[in-house]
């Protein structure tokens, strides 16, 4: 695809100044919230990896899915919001490696130093796939929610933009690292629809032997206790996501939307499964076509939050891609800054739970806007020419 801003050699140059002052006022936020969180320690979701570390560091990592052990340990450092709340521990055993070395930081330094040195990476993949992005990443609202509670989606993101930046020269090692998604699943979905249509096939297998590695890895390092009890716990994030257990206004699904909306079960799956089956017929034609590795990431990113009915606010930050590579386009400022906006709104319904979820509305209006610019540069070109 040949659809890059005019300007070749300053694509983000319309967005420079207002994206960097935006993030600056999210780092400066994100900065008081740390503050914040060390005069008062709270039920922040880095409380689940900090005393899953510490019971790992303790040589018994198959209480890191002790509901009782855990909340023992966390309720000793931090004030839980909501009396008898819990913060479970729902990711597979070799994510304990991962945050290990945290675990031995009290809990306020540990929640900055992981968020800082996740933020780190989470650029750094972002300027690996949009080089000339500069600090544009930082500049997202989903920024701010996921480094204020210490979430993980700065990893996952980072995991998403770093493969695909290595696809088309090194495709068997974009693969080991886009398999570490394994440790959330549901934001893979949709990643074997564009690799299968791209015939990825050394990124599928690199894939498959990371995902497979941290399985089996967990179960080597951690014992068997550790992988029976994680999967023993399986079922309660699927209740989660099934009947809404936090609030349907904190998910930000199709399912979850289609819920809070008043469709009961039955109905919502059927709405998330068109929609579903809708993104994935937006992936696959996209994939299947020699093109812009950047323009194909952009796609996948924003219809992969639409796969899945267990999605949270943090997780938008995969929609990141799709945002850089929109703004690179000849496209009106306004319409970027709307579709931005959105996010920013979607944070607001956190705070009270509101008739109409937001949710899927911006992956779904850049899923659309993307679309339809593929289109015109795939009609400019006569055509894409089929991966070969």
């Known amino acids: 695809m040949k659809a890059d801003h005019p300007q070749a050699d300053a694509p983000y140059a319309p967005y420079r100044f207002v994206g960097h002052a935006c993030a600056l006022i999210v780092l400066a936020a994100v900065a008081w919230e740390f503050i914040a969180n060390v005069r008062h320690p709270s039920d922040r979701d880095f409380l689940s990896f900090w005393a899953a570390a510490k019971m790992a560091l303790a040589g018994t990592p198959w209480l890191a899915y002790d509901n009782g052990a855990l909340h023992a340990l966390q309720s000793a450092v931090a004030t839980f919001s909501i009396a008898g709340g819990e913060m479970p521990f729902p990711y597979p055993p070799a994510y304990l490696l991962l945050v290990l070395p945290f675990g031995l930081l009290s809990f306020p330094a540990g929640l900055i130093a992981w968020s800082l040195t996740t933020m780190a990476f989470y650029l750094f993949a972002g300027r690996r796939l949009f080089p000339d992005s500069g600090w544009l990443a930082l500049a997202f ?103 809404g257990l936090v609030g349907w206004h904190k998910l930000v699904s199709v399912y979850a ?101 937001l949710g899927p509305v911006a992956p779904l209006a850049l899923m659309a806007l993307l679309l339809q610019r593929w289109r015109e540069a795939a009609g400019s070109s006569r055509g894409a020419v089929p991966a070969r």
Request: proline share 6%.
């Open 141 to 243: 609202p989903a920024v701010f929610a996921n480094a204020a509670i210490g979430q993980n989606a700065f990893v996952t993101a980072g995991i998403f933009m770093l493969g695909l930046a290595l696809l088309k020269r090194r495709p068997l090692a974009a693969g080991l690292v886009l398999g570490c998604l394994a440790i959330k699943p549901q934001l893979a979905l949709l990643l074997p629809v564009a690799l299968l249509a791209g015939r990825q096939w050394q990124a599928i297998a690199g894939a498959a032997t990371s995902a497979a590695g941290i399985l089996i890895g967990g179960l080597l390092l951690f014992g068997v206790a550790s992988t029976e009890a994680w999967l023993h716990q399986l079922p309660l994030y699927a209740q989660i996501g099934r009947d």
């Open 257 to 357: 939307a289609a819920r809070q909306a008043g469709l009961d079960t039955g109905a919502a799956l059927i709405v998330h499964g068109l929609v579903v089956l809708v993104a994935a017929g937006v992936v696959w034609p996209v994939w299947r076509c020699d093109g812009d590795v950047r323009a194909k990431a952009a796609i996948l990113a924003a219809a992969t939050p639409l796969a899945s009915p267990y999605v949270f606010h943090y997780d938008g930050l995969i929609l990141v891609p799709a945002f850089l590579w929109l703004a690179r386009q000849t496209i009106s400022p306004a319409i970027v800054l709307a579709l931005w906006c959105i996010p920013l709104l979607m944070i607001s319904q956190l705070l009270a739970a509101q008739p109409l979820n």
